[in-house]
């Protein structure tokens, strides 16, 4: 600690370049926590995902709807214990993109049995068990949009199948919570309406989305997909039949890899910065060539003079970090408010900087500067007296 | 133990024979060629010589900054020649007290943080360490600059800090490097007043290198170098 003053002083000396060093680091470990962030609450939603259901949708795509009698061939196959529709309507208020929410046509009483994470009151139950055009919203929408029971809104989808030439209207029958013990990253973000009406508005035409099946065993989850899948190979519309989880992955990898993605973005920002630190860092023991040597003979050992250079380096990794890690906690919390990577990322209900990643985030910064300082401080170790006095 | 040992241990500095190379590109460069040099303690020795003479390469091996090729270095009654690099530093910080030409302050740190530099790598607590700087301020007429940073102060006021550095871990011996090269006569003159206080008051050991004769006057002896061997 007696040498910290002469650390400072030397950042404090060149304030220009260390904050402009500390900036270019907290942006490197801002994209970094907020990427790693991103990630995690994908992965977090992932594995979520129950592993007694599996989702059954076309094998080609999944734009392309499934006959509705599939439904009743597959209830029948052996360790299929109950099946519920699950359509993703697609639904928007009017032009507003901001407030986009995820809405899905579902069979209400399969549903609720299928998804017993999703939580009603009794009488809100019932009331929408006979409501064609009642919806349940989760607790996180209402908060958002300022919703009630019994509140009115109209969704019009963007996909043309769905799109009948006026809004579909919906009243709020139930506002439904979760047992966040029990069921982790349950989405509160979500709209569930009957399918009933989305089927009878558009004249009976549509088919099926995808088809959540729930098995006897989850051990029995392959050989039943398997199975399905088979029974329908030959057929006009041919099936893939994955657990909830593979599905769910399978849809994010749609908008490519994004792990990858995302790491490779991170991992050529903190390459950069490592060169830009490292810079900083090499002007900076150049310049103090002469200091280094009189350090020397004033009687600090190599070692130490070593110590210190490595120490400012980690100190503006540190900063950097610690800068960077202020600015992603902001960040994040109003990204799900960003129009497009907003709605997204409300998908993800657990989207937050953990501490974890804020920690990772240090440990980057930390290695960065010890990484960028190591070359300019092994100089500086290496450094003899009188050649570097010699020199000035 | 030989009577050439205890004259070494006795004498503050004892130089036995010493030859320096330096390595220059394929070339080897002879600078010092079997030197041998006595110091009584309390003495006030001034080197002279031509410019490649080996005056500072000598003053380098004596302050333990720098190895010789061959021979022995004793100083403060070390022999310095098996001390590892670690080991030499921490005998640096604990016997020599260097001067250089140019000050060599540092530029961020004020007066009184430059003269507490070398207590850092003491056991000394904060106070203690502020106190001592303060006090080898005062001794250097410089109290009143201690909050100065070294682009405030003249060349002059820059050596006398430089010296209280040298001073305030009460080393046995205190080597200049021309330290009134960078002065004008009259600065020159205070601190080779100074010097010459150290020397006769708190009875320190002094090596200087000098150029100039008239510094070399307030030294007790004179020893020049020629050719990396002295000649009277």
């Known amino acids: 600690m007696k040498f910290a003053p002469l650390i400072l002083k030397h950042l404090r000396k060149n304030w220009v370049r260390t904050l402009s060093t500390v900036l270019a680091m907290s942006v490197c470990i801002f994209l970094?926590?907020?990427?790693?962030?991103?990630?995690?609450?994908?992965?977090?939603?992932?594995?979520?995902?129950?592993?007694?259901?599996?989702?059954?949708?076309?094998?080609?795509?999944?734009?392309?709807?499934?006959?509705?009698?599939?439904?009743?061939?597959?209830s029948a196959l052996p360790g299929v214990t109950d099946s519920t529709i699950v359509t993703w309507f697609g639904g928007r208020q009017g032009d507003d993109f901001k407030n986009f929410f995820a809405n899905l046509a579902v069979e209400p009483e399969a549903f609720l049995r299928i998804y017993p994470e999703i939580m009603l009151p009794e009488d809100q139950k019932q009331k929408w068990l006979?409501?064609?055009?009642?919806?349940?919203?989760?607790?996180?929408?209402?908060d958002r949009m300022g919703w009630k029971v019994g509140s009115t809104f109209q969704l019009e989808s963007f996909i043309p199948p769905y799109r009948v030439g006026k809004p579909?209207?919906?009243?709020?029958?139930?506002?439904y919570d979760t047992d966040e013990a029990r069921y982790p990253g349950t989405n509160l973000?979500?709209?569930?309406?009957?399918?009933?009406?989305?089927?009878?508005?558009?004249?009976?035409?549509?088919?099926?989305?995808?088809?959540?099946?729930?098995?006897?065993d989850p051990s029995h989850a392959g050989a039943i997909s398997k199975e399905i899948d088979e029974h329908f190979e030959n057929s006009d519309n041919p099936t893939k039949t994955e657990t909830e989880q593979a599905f769910r992955a399978g849809f994010i990898s749609l908008a490519g890899n994004l792990a990858l993605l995302l790491n490779v973005i991170g991992m050529a920002v903190a390459f950069t910065i490592l060169l830009v630190t490292a810079n900083t860092m090499s002007i900076a023991v150049r310049e103090r060539q002469q200091?280094?040597?009189?350090?020397?003979?004033l009687g600090f050992s190599s070692g130490l003079v070593m110590a210190l250079i490595l120490s400012e380096s980690l100190l503006l990794g540190l900063m950097g970090g610690l800068l960077g890690i202020f600015i992603s906690r902001g960040i994040i919390?109003?990204?799900?408010?960003v129009p497009f990577l907003g709605d997204i990322l409300r998908g993800f209900p657990n989207l937050g900087l953990s501490p974890t990643i804020a920690a990772i985030g240090v440990g980057v910064a930390l290695l960065l500067g010890l990484l960028a300082g190591f070359v300019p401080a092994l100089l500086a170790y290496r450094a003899r007296i009188t050649e570097s006095l010699r020199q000035v | 133990m030989s009577a050439t040992e205890v004259a070494a241990k006795t004498a503050a500095v004892n130089v036995q024979n010493v030859v320096k190379v330096y390595q220059r590109d394929s070339q080897q460069i002879k600078v010092l060629d079997g030197l041998s040099l006595e110091v009584p303690q309390g003495e006030f020795i001034a080197l002279m010589g031509p410019s490649g003479s080996?005056?500072?390469?000598?003053?380098?091996?004596?302050?333990?900054?720098?190895?010789?090729?061959?021979?022995?270095?004793?100083?403060?009654?070390?022999?310095?020649?098996?001390?590892?690099?670690?080991?030499?530093?921490?005998?640096?910080?604990q016997n020599i007290g260097f001067i250089f030409q140019f000050y060599n302050l540092i530029p961020v740190l004020n007066a009184v943080e430059n003269v507490e530099l070398p207590l850092l790598l003491s056991h000394l607590s904060k106070k203690e360490r502020?106190?001592?700087?303060?006090?080898?301020?005062?001794?250097?007429?410089l109290a009143d600059r201690s909050k100065h940073y070294p682009r405030q102060l003249s060349g002059g006021q820059e050596q006398r800090v430089a010296i209280a550095r040298a001073i305030v871990t009460d080393p046995a011996v205190l080597v200049a490097d021309e330290p009134t090269g960078d002065l004008d006569s009259r600065s020159a003159e205070e601190i080779l007043d100074l010097m010459q206080t150290f020397n006769k008051e708190f009875g320190k050991t002094i090596v200087m290198v000098t150029h100039d004769p008239r510094a070399a006057a307030r030294a007790h002896s004179q020893r020049h170098l020629e050719k990396g061997v002295l000649t009277a």
């Open chain 2, 130 to 141: 502020r106190e001592r700087a303060l006090t080898a301020l005062r001794i250097v007429g």
């Open chain 1, 168 to 175: 579909f209207e919906f009243v709020v029958d139930g506002i």
């Open chain 1, 32 to 74: 970094i926590c907020v990427l790693q962030t991103v990630l995690a609450a994908v992965n977090f939603g992932l594995h979520s995902g129950s592993t007694r259901r599996l989702v059954v949708r076309d094998y080609v795509s999944l734009a392309n709807n499934l006959p509705i009698s599939y439904k009743q061939k597959i």
């Open chain 1, 333 to 337: 919390s109003v990204l799900k408010e």
């Open chain 1, 189 to 216: 973000d979500s709209m569930y309406f009957n399918f009933k009406y989305l089927y009878e508005a558009t004249g009976e035409r549509i088919g099926i989305g995808t088809l959540t099946v729930q098995i006897d």
């Open chain 1, 130 to 142: 006979s409501d064609l055009r009642g919806c349940i919203i989760g607790r996180k929408l209402a």
């Open chain 1, 291 to 297: 200091e280094i040597a009189v350090l020397k003979t």
């Open chain 2, 54 to 93: 080996g005056k500072t390469t000598l003053l380098n091996l004596i302050a333990g900054i720098d190895r010789a090729t061959s021979g022995r270095v004793w100083v403060a009654g070390t022999d310095l020649s098996p001390l590892s690099e670690g080991e030499l530093a921490k005998w640096r910080s």
